[in-house]
């Protein structure tokens, strides 16, 4: 059975930091690119942050780059999400979704990920 699983949301106060992790399991974690998402409330489900599932550079929206980190921990089938400086606008729903490398599509497009968490709440307080 294929899962992802986030953790580590929270509430922070404004210019405080978390560390997202998520969890997967089910498939073969290398060939597959994971992202991060978040929903606002009121607003669409926007793309963050990518890696591949083997580790290497990550790639950034403009809303997060500088502020926020990626990384993937292949042997525990962990990608994280260091977020600091955090401001209100970061508050939402982060999800983690899989997505098999080597397919055409834009990776950040919600509808191109095949496997998908249940998110971790977010809350930033000014």
């Known amino acids: 059975e294929v899962q992802l699983v986030e953790s580590g949301g929270g509430l922070v106060q404004a210019g405080g930091s978390l560390r997202l992790a998520c969890a997967a399991s089910g498939f073969s974690f290398d060939e597959y690119n994971i992202a991060w998402f978040r929903q606002a409330p009121g607003k669409e489900r926007e793309a963050i942050s990518r890696?591949?599932?083997?580790?290497?550079?990550?790639s950034y929206a403009d809303s997060v780059r500088g502020r926020f980190t990626i990384s993937s921990d292949s042997a525990k089938k962990t990608v994280y999400l260091q977020m600091t400086r955090l401001n209100a606008e970061d508050t939402g729903r982060y999800y983690c979704?899989?997505?098999?490398?080597?397919?055409?599509?834009?990776?950040?497009?919600?509808?191109?990920?095949?496997?998908w968490g249940q998110g971790t709440r977010v809350t930033v307080s000014s």
């Open positions: 890696i591949s599932g083997s580790g290497g550079a990550g």
């Open positions: 979704a899989a997505r098999g490398k080597g397919l055409y599509g834009s990776p950040w497009d919600s509808l191109e990920y095949e496997y």
